[in-house]
């Protein structure tokens, strides 16, 4: 690589499938950073919409692209980091796009911490129309590395930035991952060097639809459990069990009279029980990080309804619908 510390390469991946409506978006907030070394590259799966034509029409900023089906999102982004050559490297969703000033805030980031294995920030939901809802994370930004292992994915994908030396030591991501590669790739990475928090908006999540409300049910969720497994060492963490008690909540919510009243109060009774556990982790009863390290038993605050839950819920589900 030629670029310097000063003036980093950055590599953006954009994994695409029959989402050519929010494709400009997404290209025009990359090219609106004015960066002068990026690279990005498209891999298309193989779409039946107007995509290849928003493609062609920004060929000349692209640096590379391809259209051919693929094995899923995973192995589409794979594809895309195999070609990458930047000190930076991140994938950008077709329909999610970058915020003003993100990529000056991650070169000063690593600028500051060159060994970070990621970079991430804060970021915002936005509607389908791009339109502004909410902000991801309503604390400050940190890094805690029990609480990821401990099932609660807090990272915010958009605007996280990856270290490109260490992520080609990694590997990329694990393929036979369905919902939450992107997690374990976090995990995969901090283990080698420390990542970097950055107190900044960089990116925005458009969450839109809802065909896909019941997809992945409980195989997400033991995926969920396998993953946490994996890492933690534990057949069943916290934050795993708080999703598949917000799957039940669901399940029972919609079971007409299959369960009691009973059932579903003592259900949501266990939930908040667990919840308690969850925030022993260092996180809130939102799911995030208040300490960089677990807190002691004594700890609690305020319990909520663990919507948490159902926020990361519907991240899983919008990530099927850019790519089924």
């Not at 805690?144 to 990856?162: E, K, R, W």
């Not at 990542?195 to 896909?212: C, D, F, K, Q, V």
């Not at 079971?255 to 579903?264: A, C, E, K, R, V």
């Not at 208040?290 to 305020?302: F, I």
Request: hydrophobic share 35%; with cysteine; glycine share 8%.
């Amino acid at each position: 690589m030629t670029s310097s510390k000063q003036m980093p390469r950055i590599s953006i991946v954009t994994p695409s499938l029959n989402q050519g409506r929010f494709l400009q978006d997404c290209f025009d907030s990359i090219r609106a950073q004015n960066w002068p070394d990026v690279e990005h590259f498209v891999i298309d799966g193989g779409s039946s919409d107007n995509t290849l034509d928003v493609i062609r029409d920004n060929e000349q900023w692209l640096t590379g692209y391809i259209s051919e089906p693929d094995k899923g999102a995973a192995d589409a982004i794979n594809k895309g980091i195999s070609k990458c050559t930047g000190d930076i490297v991140a994938w950008l969703n077709a329909d999610d796009f970058y915020l003003p000033g993100a990529f000056e805030a991650i070169a000063d980031a690593y600028r500051k911490a060159p060994q970070a294995s990621f970079w991430f920030g804060n970021g915002i939901r936005a509607d389908e129309k791009g339109r502004r809802t909410s902000v991801f994370n309503q604390g400050p930004v940190l890094y805690n590395h029990d609480a990821l292992v401990g099932g609660l994915d807090y990272i915010l994908q958009p605007s996280t930035f990856m270290n490109g030396n260490l992520l080609r030591q990694v590997g990329g991501l694990d393929e036979s991952l369905r919902w939450s590669f992107d997690w374990d790739l976090w995990i995969r990475l901090a283990k080698l060097s420390a990542p970097h928090p950055i107190e900044a908006i960089l990116a925005a999540s458009r969450e839109w639809g809802n065909t896909l409300t019941a997809t992945g049910g409980f195989r997400r969720v033991e995926e969920i459990r396998l993953l946490a497994e994996r890492h933690s060492g534990h057949p069943m963490t916290p934050g795993a069990l708080c999703y598949w008690l917000d799957n039940m909540n669901s399940l029972v919510q919609s079971g007409g009279s299959l369960f009691s009243h009973q059932t579903h109060e003592a259900l949501l009774s266990l939930w908040k029980e667990v919840q308690e556990d969850m925030q022993r982790l260092g996180v809130n009863a939102s799911g995030m990080p208040v300490s960089m390290e677990p807190l002691p038993p004594t700890h609690r605050t305020n319990l909520q309804p663990p919507n948490f839950y159902h926020r990361i819920g519907r991240k899983f589900r919008r990530s099927l619908q850019k790519r089924f």
